[in-house]
């Protein structure tokens, strides 16, 4: 027995009947909104999953990888089963193990999601950096996010089947460079999920740290890392920044550094404390949520990171829009509000009536 399993279980609190709303990232949920609105959106949804041949995909794992459960793989079922009880998620959904030594786990599917977990998981995370990887899978289970994702898969093999057609493939394009840009966020709200089902910060940055550099962590410091990621953001010039926009455009998952920075944030604001003192949404209120809301804190948060962000480029826009009757963040924040409302409600951004044929661009999806 090792040394880390002699030592007492610590104490996790169970968040009962907690919504996804609780950990979802302000972009995230209102692009979810907007998605969920979209006029047409559940015709597309249903017309995909009609092609998305669902039992031959789980067919694949269960002729191919290792189904997990109290005889496979225990260690792994024990913590499975402790991140979806802290989430209060009755019903555990199938977790398969896949030999592949990167570190990377997945949620997929449509009618019934389910979720895969590489072997290099396994390998390089100790149980409570595992335990955040699982709550992170489990949180995008619960957020819905699984359906955007096979959404994104099944666009993805589309835009190479079509890249012989030009227009085809340009627009197929289009769209999952949108879906990617919300996937970034979704990333980010999962993260925030598994950090509430482990309920260690500290393993949930070493997760960060690992997905950098790997599984030793024995000459690496958080505080450094933290640093890292800071410089990240401010480093450079302009042509740094349009450096990183090539870097990140093409991306699902947002950097490490970035997710670690946007973790710490989150528990220095003292939104995770009080979620865990019991100060969150819960499910039963689901239906009664203000979505006008959900797009207003989706338009605040892009006009706060605006506002924050140390990107020579964004800090360049933030100058020349401080002598203009209104700031370069607003325009930012209030251009997100009337896409949102263009979508959901048949509104052009310029406020004319939206005609039928035109096509608005949804906020977007993706993640681990």
Not at 240 to 268: F, N
Request: net charge negative; proline share 4%.
């Amino acid at each position: 027995m090792s040394a880390e399993e002699k030592l007492p279980a610590r104490r996790r609190v169970t968040l009962t009947g907690i919504s996804s709303r609780a950990w979802e990232h302000p972009a995230d949920r209102g692009a979810l909104t907007a998605l969920r609105e979209l006029r047409g959106f559940d015709d597309v949804l249903k017309a995909l999953n009609s092609l998305w041949n669902e039992r031959a995909y789980r067919l694949e794992f269960l002729g191919g990888a290792i189904r997990v459960d109290h005889r496979q793989y225990p260690r792994v079922h024990r913590l499975f089963a402790e991140s979806a009880a802290a989430l209060d998620l009755a019903e555990l959904p199938e977790l398969y193990i896949q030999y592949d030594r990167t570190l990377n786990g997945m949620c997929v599917g449509m009618s019934k999601p389910f979720i895969v977990v590489n072997s290099g998981a396994l390998e390089l995370l100790d149980d409570e950096e595992l335990r955040h990887l699982l709550g992170h899978e489990i949180g995008h289970l619960m957020s819905g996010h699984a359906v955007y994702r096979t959404m994104l898969v099944i666009l993805t093999n589309w835009a190479v089947a079509l890249a012989w057609l030009p227009l085809g493939s340009l627009a197929i394009r289009a769209i999952i460079t949108a879906l990617r840009e919300w996937w970034r966020k979704a990333e980010l709200s999962a993260d925030r999920a598994g950090l509430l089902s482990g309920q260690d910060p500290a393993a949930a940055l070493r997760l960060t740290m690992k997905l950098a550099g790997g599984g030793d962590l024995s000459e690496v410091d958080t505080a450094a890392f933290l640093e890292q990621a800071a410089e990240y953001d401010r480093t450079g010039d302009l042509r740094d920044s349009l450096i990183k926009i090539r870097m990140v455009v093409g991306r699902s998952h947002p950097l490490p550094v970035g997710r670690a920075a946007a973790l710490r944030q989150w528990v220095d604001s003292g939104a995770y404390a009080r979620v865990l003192g019991g100060d969150y949404p819960r499910r039963d209120d689901d239906r009664t949520a203000s979505a006008s809301a959900d797009a207003k804190a989706a338009a605040d948060s892009y006009r706060e990171a605006f506002a924050t962000s140390q990107d020579p480029l964004v800090s360049l826009l933030r100058r020349l829009g401080d002598g203009a009757s209104g700031s370069v963040g607003d325009w930012v924040g209030a251009g997100a509000s009337r896409l949102r409302d263009w979508m959901g409600t048949g509104t052009a951004p310029d406020g004319s009536p939206r005609r039928d044929g035109d096509e608005a661009d949804a906020p977007p999806s993706d993640g681990r």
